[in-house]
């Protein structure tokens, strides 16, 4: 009886065996299935996490430009509005008032400090820096025809005296504005406007420039 349950019993446990084996070979399998699909979703996941970065960014940096664009004249900087043009050169000089002329008799012709930009042919000045950059300006000179000088009496002074056509202009907009326009200046016609430098250096460097810009008068 023993010699016939001992191999049937030996048989029925390597049959066990191999079952216990394939199941932990299928589920091994799983398990590696799906440490695959772990592996495969975190890298999608991370692809998708890195768009959406660049995505965003690229929203953040069109919507920055199209805030430059929408800002008013006044909050635009320089390099942003000057695109099409060309700064010569820029910085504080003295101006003697523009009092006694026909229109305002009994004006001052006091010096004050102002900015000045001389862009192509064209000298714009503002009353601070912070002005121009937002738009202010006083008034544009176009220097085309005029004539640049030392002043008399030497020192850092200099004059610029127009030519026969109207060459001062007021803007009844924004510097900035894309459609700004401006008006010529009766109460500054035939004007002769007296500036001063820091130093004689200062001052040259001026005189030649405006000369060029006014044709090489």
């Known amino acids: ?46 692809m ?11 929203v953040n940096r069109q919507l920055v430009e199209g805030a430059k664009l929408q800002a008013l004249p006044e ?13 010569e050169l820029q910085g504080y000089l003295i101006k003697q008032g523009g009092g006694g002329n026909v229109l305002n008799p009994l004006g001052r012709k006091n010096w004050k400090q102002r900015y000045f930009i001389l862009i192509g042919a064209n000298l714009i000045y503002a009353k ?30 200099f004059e ?14 924004g510097f900035f504005e894309k459609n700004s326009k401006k008006r010529s200046s009766a109460a500054d016609s035939g004007r002769v406007f007296k500036l001063r430098a820091q130093n004689i250096q200062e001052r040259d460097v001026w005189i030649d420039k ?5 044709g090489g008068y």
């Open 75 to 87: 909050q635009k900087v320089i390099e942003a509005a000057q695109d099409k043009e060309l700064t």
């Open 160 to 173: 610029i005296t127009p030519g026969k056509s109207a060459h001062v202009f007021e803007l009844q907009r």
């Open 1 to 46: 009886m023993h010699n016939v349950i001992r191999p049937q019993l030996a048989e029925f446990s390597e049959k066990l065996d191999k079952i216990r084996q394939h199941d932990v070979d299928v589920v091994e399998e799983e398990i590696e299935n799906k440490e695959g699909e772990v592996e495969e979703f975190n890298a999608k996941q991370k």
């Open 48 to 58: 998708y996490q890195k768009e959406t970065i660049d995505i965003q960014e690229d």
């Open 210 to 214: 405006l000369r060029q810009a006014a």
């Open 128 to 157: 601070t820096k912070d002005d121009y950059e937002r738009g202010k300006i006083i008034k544009e000179l176009c220097l085309t025809g005029c004539r640049i000088d030392p002043s008399r009496d030497a020192g850092e002074g």
